[in-house]
């Protein structure tokens, strides 16, 4: 299991279903063969975010993450590809 500890949410990863759990909402579940695309993306300005979404609609993505929540973001998504190689 990975989990990324965000400042207002927890991103896990067991291998098969990526979980978010915002504080205060309601958890996400989403089974890795529903991505449709899945990465740490930057903006104009050169801040990232963890994007996640889902086949017919959903997903989720965080706020700004800090390079180093940046890097472990990366390694949820380095574990996703090793499940789907084609995203």
Excluded: C, W
């Excluded at 927890?10 to 759990?21: P, S």
Aim: net charge positive; no cysteine; charged share 20%.
């Amino acid at each position: 299991m990975i989990e990324l500890h965000l400042e207002n949410t927890i991103i896990a990863f067991d291998g098969r279903v990526i979980e978010a759990f915002p504080r205060g909402q309601i958890a996400s579940r989403y089974h890795v063969a529903n991505i449709e695309r899945a990465g740490v993306i930057s903006d104009k300005k050169g801040r990232q975010s963890l994007q996640i979404f889902m086949k017919g609609g959903g997903g989720f993505a965080t706020g700004q993450l800090s390079p180093e929540t940046a890097q472990q973001a990366q390694i949820i998504i380095a574990e996703i590809q090793k499940v789907r190689p084609d995203l």
